[in-house]
């Protein structure tokens, strides 16, 4: 399965009470697909990941607006809960030689952890996150993006010799460094909403395939 990037959120106050209206404030600032708009599940969960979800609602046929979310889940969301929410958003994507790129819904997953879930989930995991979708959406395949100079192992199948014999004609390689850099900066772009709408104590860029992912993006939009 492709690595996942992520957003972890710590807040500076969160309590049962402010939680559900913090939630709402973080739904608020989801960018949604122009093709896939609104919120399209909600699942919420009590006491930990192994428990079955008190409240569950599969939402892709009238999807929701962040009001609409926080109304489904008031009477379920207390300090022992999480809410996991779904929706898209837009990020250019590659196909084809020659290369072509078009922006594409892709899938988001939102949460909100209480203090008593599963044993202080949040504590490691932030009061709030989200999944972004795919890492390589940022970072690119190959390491062909950025500064330095990553050691390329030989292609591993015919897709990978295939990408690569693509990146080597520079009309490819342009392409496909200015619509990941667009990708990159749509994730800022989010990141500083979210820190103009919420009172974040700290936050955590990572992915599961970087070592330090924020770095990497900032190296990628630093590149010339």
Not at 104 to 123: I, R, V
């Amino acid at each position: 399965m492709a690595n996942q990037a992520y957003l972890s959120i710590w807040l500076k106050e969160f309590t049962e009470e402010s939680m559900l209206a913090q939630f709402g404030d973080f739904l608020g600032t989801v960018p949604f697909s122009a093709k896939q708009p609104g919120f399209t599940h909600l699942e919420i969960r009590a006491v930990d990941s192994t428990e079955t979800p008190v409240y569950e609602q599969d939402l892709r046929s009238f999807p929701l607006e962040a009001a609409g979310i926080l109304e489904l889940a008031k009477d379920y969301v207390h300090d022992d809960c999480s809410c996991d929410v779904r929706s898209h958003w837009d990020l250019w994507a590659f196909e084809g030689e020659p290369l072509t790129s078009q922006q594409l819904p892709q899938a988001l997953s939102l949460l909100c952890n209480g203090e008593h879930y599963d044993d202080g989930f949040w504590k490691v995991n932030g009061h709030l996150e989200v999944s972004f979708g795919f890492e390589h959406l940022f970072t690119g395949h190959g390491g062909v993006l950025g500064i330095r100079q990553i050691a390329r192992p030989a292609p591993q199948n015919q897709e990978e010799s295939d990408f690569l014999e693509s990146m080597a004609k520079p009309a490819n390689l342009l392409l496909y460094k200015e619509k990941t850099r667009e990708n990159i900066k749509a994730l800022f772009d989010w990141v500083r909403r979210m820190e103009k709408a919420l009172p974040i104590e700290r936050l955590r860029l990572w992915s599961e395939g970087e070592e330090n992912f924020e770095a990497r993006l900032e190296e990628i939009l630093a590149a010339r």
